[in-house]
């Protein structure tokens, strides 16, 4: 089932596109001739791509929300329907990762990972699935990460996140066979996009505890995910190194890919 066609009154919404894979997905929805609805805290980043990406045509829209706001998440979808249009698209990608041990964790900042990365998209799904299924189009991209097919020593909660929105999305997409919307989920594994940075990594140190085929640009990314998107794929896993890295996840003995993965982190060092 491909993309749902443009038109005046429907729109993609991307959540964390301020930079980075949002903003470069926005880019390649837009390319395609999509309105596109603009989310994430900050309002200037936002304005400035919308610039550079809407027309008088097409235009780009401007929500700023902050996603950890249950309140600000439950009124989107109507400050959407403000403008006059329905979310055919919803590209779920705001996220961020906490860094460091369990045991020295602020619970705090856990929770507060937690309501960006797993229940505003729990919470968006919910509220823009009954109108897609209702009109019978609708697309979805959850945006997860390779770390959602194995532990993470080091980052914990970032990883558990991300396995439940792999399996969250899943699950999705078989309910929602036959109806006309997809559900699709995207798993990249590193990219230069400031995530290490939010996260605490020094970025020397990221960068060297990753082998170099893995890494994929941002817009590389961003032109896979939509391309799956388009083509109602499941599991969306950019570059061939982190497609077997993934794998070998699923497949090695756990005790063993425990020892590997907190020899290599960074903040296990």
């Known amino acids: 089932m491909p993309l749902p066609s443009p038109a005046p009154d ?3 919404l991307v959540t964390g596109a301020s930079s980075g894979i949002g903003s470069d997905i926005a880019r390649q929805l837009a390319a395609r001739g999509h309105q596109v609805v603009l989310v994430a805290r900050s309002e200037e980043p936002l304005r400035t791509l919308a610039d550079e990406i809407g027309t008088e045509a097409v235009p780009a829209h401007v929500l700023a929300t902050d996603l950890s706001d249950r309140a600000a998440r ?3 979808l109507d400050r959407v329907a403000e403008l006059g249009l329905t979310v055919d698209v919803l590209v779920n990608n705001a996220g961020y990762s906490t860094l460091g041990k369990v045991v020295d964790a602020d619970p705090d900042e ?7 990365d797993v229940l505003a998209i729990q919470d968006l799904c919910t509220r823009a699935v009954p109108g897609m299924v209702e009109r019978g189009r609708g697309a979805i991209l959850n945006v997860a990460s390779t770390a959602a097919f194995q532990p993470l020593p080091g980052q914990a909660s970032y990883a558990a996140a991300k396995s439940f929105v792999l399996s969250y999305t899943l699950s999705l997409a078989g309910e929602l066979s036959g109806t006309g919307v997809t559900a699709t989920c995207l798993c990249p594994g590193p990219v230069k996009t400031g995530f290490a940075e939010r996260a605490g990594f020094d970025e020397g140190d990221f960068d060297s505890s990753l082998p170099r085929v893995m890494w994929v640009t941002s817009d590389e990314v961003a032109r896979y995910a939509v391309q ?3 083509r109602g794929g499941l599991i969306a896993i950019p570059g061939l190194a982190n497609q077997i890295g993934a794998k070998f996840s699923q497949v090695a003995p756990k005790r063993v890919l425990l020892e590997i ?3 290599m ?5």
Do not use: G
């Not at 856990?110 to 960006?116: F, K």
């Open 10 to 12: 429907r729109a993609c």
């Open 74 to 76: 439950a009124s989107l």
């Open 110 to 116: 856990e929770m507060a990972m937690v309501e960006v």
């Open 228 to 230: 799956e998107l388009d």
């Open 261 to 263: 993965l907190r020899r």
């Open 265 to 269: 982190h960074p903040a296990l060092k």
